[in-house]
């Protein structure tokens, strides 16, 4: 008897780890042609996702996130997790984000991309950048299949992943992918929480030395720091950071806010006063919950209405 109750209680855990996987978003191959700019990674280069962070990515993957079946409102958002462009904090600021997004309707992808590496690739500046213009060639190809506004696809960014995507909504104009049907690689707005944007004296040295090395270039310096790409054509924003985060200096977002105002794009920016770098969407520290600013923003600029 006790060795009966034994098998079916494993069966039954087992049951349930089948369907839990099952009710996982599956990961989509950004390039399943093969990956552009790659070396072969060396034996010792294996994707390790330890602690709910993600390092050493090689298949580079975007994993969707689709709200209930009659709630999308045909906008969809694709989420850049942070991590110093040495890891991505995929749960905190991925997954979880996600699932938030699809609460009011819009659709979420987190991008798995991959980190800068001389071992695998042929030029690490652009690897970043070629999986998030990759991964809005891929959202706006299948935006009929997936019920996507084609008009209303953004990018968002934590920390590094900010600079990924302030990089994105910066340097569209300049396609580092193949794109031979001319996809618009343009994301229609930004949302940047606690964002890397400038190389220069503000900047988070470890991000900076992983996308650019040691010793880069003042052309390579200027061309990265993003506050210094803004122009009028550049894509809507919001922008969220706490006052006393040690990590990233909130003059990041200022100087990225004032280049906005300049060039008389639509932006919203929200200082906390306390919360550091990395709080997800949580800031413990207020009461104050940065995702309501963010759906209203959104609402106000149309972005969620069918």
């Known amino acids: 008897?006790?060795?009966?109750?034994?098998?079916?209680?494993?069966?039954?855990?087992?049951?349930?780890?089948?369907?839990?996987?099952?009710?996982?978003?599956a990961q989509i191959n950004l390039y399943p042609n093969g990956v552009p700019n790659s070396k072969p990674a060396?034996?010792?280069?294996?994707?390790?996702?330890?602690?709910?962070?993600?390092?050493?990515?090689?298949?580079?993957?975007?994993?969707?996130?689709?709200?209930?079946?009659?709630?999308?409102?045909?906008?969809?958002?694709?989420?850049?997790?942070?991590?110093?462009?040495?890891?991505?904090?995929?749960?905190?600021?991925?997954?979880?984000?996600?699932?938030?997004?699809?609460?009011?309707?819009?659709?979420?992808?987190?991008?798995?991309?991959?980190?800068?590496?001389?071992?695998?690739?042929?030029?690490?500046?652009?690897?970043p950048l070629q999986d998030a213009q990759q991964a809005f060639l891929m959202v706006r190809t299948h935006a009929a299949e997936w019920g996507i506004n084609p008009a209303k696809v953004g990018i968002m960014g934590f920390s590094a992943g900010g600079h990924l995507a302030s990089t994105a909504g910066t340097h569209f104009d300049k396609a580092v992918i193949e794109n031979k049907n001319n996809v618009n690689l343009r994301p229609d707005f930004m949302l940047l929480l606690y964002p890397v944007i400038s190389f220069g004296d503000q900047a988070h040295k470890g991000s900076k030395n992983n996308l650019l090395g040691l010793t880069p270039s003042p052309e390579s310096v200027e061309l990265y720091s993003n506050e210094k790409q803004v122009n009028a054509n550049t894509p809507i924003t919001f922008l969220v950071?706490?006052?006393?985060?040690?990590?990233?200096?909130?003059?990041?977002?200022?100087?990225?806010?004032?280049?906005?105002?300049?060039?008389?794009?639509?932006?919203?920016?929200?200082?906390?006063?306390?919360?550091?770098?990395?709080?997800?969407l949580n800031n413990t520290t207020s009461k104050e919950h940065w995702f309501d600013w963010c759906r209203n923003w959104m609402d106000a600029n149309g972005l969620l209405n069918n």
């Open 1 to 25: 008897m006790i060795n009966m109750k034994a098998t079916y209680l494993f069966l039954t855990l087992m049951a349930m780890a089948i369907l839990t996987r099952a009710q996982e978003p």
């Open 42 to 127: 060396p034996a010792d280069y294996v994707e390790n996702d330890a602690n709910a962070h993600v390092v050493k990515v090689t298949t580079p993957t975007l994993t969707p996130f689709f709200p209930e079946k009659g709630k999308a409102n045909g906008t969809a958002v694709i989420i850049c997790p942070g991590g110093g462009y040495s890891a991505l904090a995929i749960d905190k600021e991925g997954y979880a984000v996600a699932k938030e997004f699809n609460k009011i309707g819009v659709t979420a992808f987190v991008l798995k991309y991959r980190l800068p590496s001389d071992a695998i690739m042929v030029d690490k500046t652009i690897g």
């Open 241 to 280: 950071q706490a006052e006393d985060d040690k990590t990233v200096p909130v003059q990041n977002s200022l100087m990225f806010y004032d280049a906005l105002l300049k060039n008389k794009i639509k932006a919203e920016m929200h200082i906390y006063q306390a919360g550091g770098h990395g709080f997800g």
